[in-house]
């Protein structure tokens, strides 16, 4: 049996813990697997670019960061929806050259689109979920995620102190454009007092007036916002009319206007952290070395079934499939009446946007 590899879009904490595990598990399915290290993504098998490796170099990579096999970002329209299919086609044609029994693609949302699309045309795909923003559909986690929070609950938890030795306003940014789920768990996690996530967009009078109360009864504050944290006036334009007019105001995201505002309205020094990638770097935590290790195991036993055109998904505690085709194209998202962003507000963390 051959099997291709490859991971897509913006690495995590997990990408080779994984691949150690399905090879693991694999070999001892199957002595004889063949394993194609398809090299940057998508990128690799429009190109056919690969080299062949041997299970056992998977089997000591699960502590590794990043991805051995290397990544890219192929946003699915230009991928797919380009101009007479070419890159599609030549997708499919190197899988058949390569002779490949199936592919194994680990990636986030738009990798799944991707692989849910080729599926459609004959490929036999298996998919992993990773991602450090939990938004593909139809699993409880991503992996990647929890390693995600673990940095950036690390970030609120040491901006505290600073913040109450200078009696500031402290604001991290939590990577996240759509969905604000690393933020919501870093923030709950990282005892934050305001939480600003894109599901729910906010006013900034009713944040500023929940900075002064914080600020009044402990003396400093620290907000957590995602990166695409959003006020009520952006809510209502599209994406690409909310990034223009962010250009032209020279900012991507909100995170400085909220804290000058704050400035502004208060007198209080505040200051804006940028975690950013580290949240992406480094080895996986416990937690996602657990489900790692479950996930790449069970794709292993998904290929010895010949159970293709699936991913591999988590709910309540247990390794189960979705098929592809169910879940390409859907993204999960907070909901503002989530049972976490509830007991969030039990605590008296504010989302901005209520009195
Ligand atoms: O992979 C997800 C993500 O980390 C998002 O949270 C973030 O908005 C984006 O990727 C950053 O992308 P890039 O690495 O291309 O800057």
């Known amino acids: 049996m051959k099997v291709g590899i490859l991971t897509s879009g913006g690495d995590c904490a997990g990408l080779n813990a994984v691949m150690s595990a399905f090879a693991k598990a694999m070999a001892a399915i199957e002595p004889k697997i063949e394993i194609c290290g398809i090299i940057n993504g998508y990128d690799g098998l429009i190109n056919r670019k690969y080299r062949m490796i041997k299970p056992e170099d998977f089997f000591d990579i699960l502590k590794l960061g990043g991805t051995i096999l290397g990544t890219s970002r192929q946003p699915y329209k230009k991928l797919i929806q380009v101009e007479e299919n070419t890159k599609a086609a030549q997708m499919k044609e190197n899988y058949r050259k390569m002779g490949l029994d199936f592919l194994l693609v680990l990636g986030g949302q738009g990798t799944h689109k991707t692989a849910a699309f080729l599926s459609s045309e004959g490929l036999k795909i298996i998919a992993l979920p990773k991602t450090i923003d939990n938004d593909i559909w139809g699993t409880d986690f991503t992996f990647g995620f929890h390693s995600a929070v673990n940095v950036a609950t690390e970030c609120l938890d040491r901006v505290q102190t600073t913040a109450a030795s200078h009696r500031r306003v402290m604001l991290v940014e939590i990577m996240g454009n759509k969905a604000g789920w690393l933020t919501l768990y870093a923030g709950i996690g990282g ?30 504050c620290v907000i957590a916002a995602a990166e695409g944290a959003m006020d009520k006036e952006e809510a209502l334009l599209s994406k690409k009319e909310r990034m223009q007019k962010r250009a032209e105001a020279g900012e991507k995201t909100a995170s400085n206007r909220i804290a000058k505002a704050i400035e502004e309205k208060l007198n209080i020094e505040t200051r804006v952290v940028v975690p950013g990638h580290i949240q992406r770097g480094g080895s996986p935590s416990p937690y996602d070395r657990v489900i790692c290790a479950q996930m790449g195991a ?24 979705n098929n592809l085709a169910d879940i390409a194209g859907k993204t999960k998202l907070v909901t503002p009446k989530h049972e976490l962003v509830q007991t969030a507000r039990d605590m008296g963390i504010f989302f901005g946007e209520l009195c």
Do not use: M, W
Not at 202 to 212: G, P, Q, Y
Not at 298 to 305: G, I, P, R, S, V
Not at 310 to 318: F, I
């Open 191 to 220: 005892g934050a007092d305001i939480i600003l996530i894109p599901e729910i967009p906010h006013d900034i009078d009713k944040i500023a007036r929940a900075v002064e109360c914080v600020e009044k009864q402990k003396g400093f």
């Open 298 to 321: 069970y794709a292993a036993k998904l290929a010895a079934e010949r159970c293709f055109g699936v991913t591999v998904a988590l709910n309540s505690g247990k390794i189960n499939f």
